[in-house]
């Protein structure tokens, strides 16, 4: 959390916790809606844990590799983006794709 420059604490309420790794993820915080759906709800937030993982990894500069990383052993990959010297670049990635846009 201090990577984003976020304070700690939200790393231990679990709501606001999912709603930062959602922001970070670059998806949209209402997908937690889908929770109360019963069975299509379950799948579609399986499918967006997968999907995030993969930002996640594009957030701090890694590729689709780190990704699978995320997705099969999230312990260790996770720790790894914590304790390493990574910077969060997920901004800086997403207004370059939307200034392309515009051209």
């Given amino acids: 959390m201090a990577k984003l420059g ?3 604490f ?5 709501i606001y916790r999912d709603i930062i790794h959602l922001k ?13 759906i019963p069975v299509l709800g379950w799948l579609m937030l399986m499918a967006v844990a ?6 996640l990894s594009k957030s701090f500069g890694h590729g689709f ?15 790894a983006i914590a304790f ?3 910077e969060y670049v997920g901004d800086e990635i997403y ?5 392309e846009d515009d051209d």
């Fill in 24 to 36: 970070i993820c670059h998806l949209s915080p209402w997908l937690l809606l889908l929770v109360f």
């Fill in 50 to 55: 997968i999907i995030g993982r993969f930002e």
């Fill in 65 to 79: 590799f780190f990704g699978l990383g995320l997705l099969f052993f999230p312990l260790l990959f996770r720790s």
């Fill in 84 to 86: 390493s010297n990574d």
């Fill in 95 to 99: 207004d370059e794709n939307e200034d």
């Fill in 10 to 14: 939200g790393a231990v309420i679990p």
């Fill in 6 to 8: 976020k304070s700690r």
